[in-house]
């Protein structure tokens, strides 16, 4: 294989890595924004239930069953660590960063762009 062919795949394997990543884009970006609602949601419901007065007379289930924001959006933010956010949130900089692994056996390089 020529220097020229080998050109010629190296672009088109970045122009079929860049099309793949901006494609992955919306997707992530969707999922960025509901896991930031998600957090300030339990941040804000815990804010709640940790100045409530009657959160430490009464038990600890009790407190949650008192507390219905803050319970379901701390169930909801596990529930979606366990669905697997945190790598739908980052999955562009994983494929890039495998794309980074592979070429540099090669002695290729690529950047973020």
């Known amino acids: 294989m020529n220097s020229l062919e080998q050109a010629e795949d190296l672009k088109a394997f970045e122009r079929r890595l860049t099309e793949y ?4 884009q919306p997707a992530t ?3 960025r924004m509901l ?4 957090s300030v949601c339990t941040a804000t419901g815990a804010w709640n ?3 409530d007065p009657e959160t430490q007379k009464v ?3 009790t407190s949650l069953w008192n507390h219905p924001f803050f319970t379901i959006s701390c169930i909801t933010l596990i529930g979606l660590f ?3 956010i945190h790598k739908r949130v980052v999955a562009p ?3 890039a960063a495998r794309c ?3 070429l540099a056996e090669y002695n290729m390089s690529c950047d973020d762009h």
């Open 29 to 31: 970006g969707r999922w």
């Open 93 to 95: 900089s994983i494929i």
């Open 21 to 24: 990543i901006h494609c992955l």
């Open 82 to 84: 366990f669905a697997g």
């Open 59 to 61: 038990s600890f289930f």
């Open 100 to 102: 980074r692994t592979v």
């Open 49 to 51: 239930w940790l100045i």
């Open 35 to 38: 896991l930031i609602v998600v």
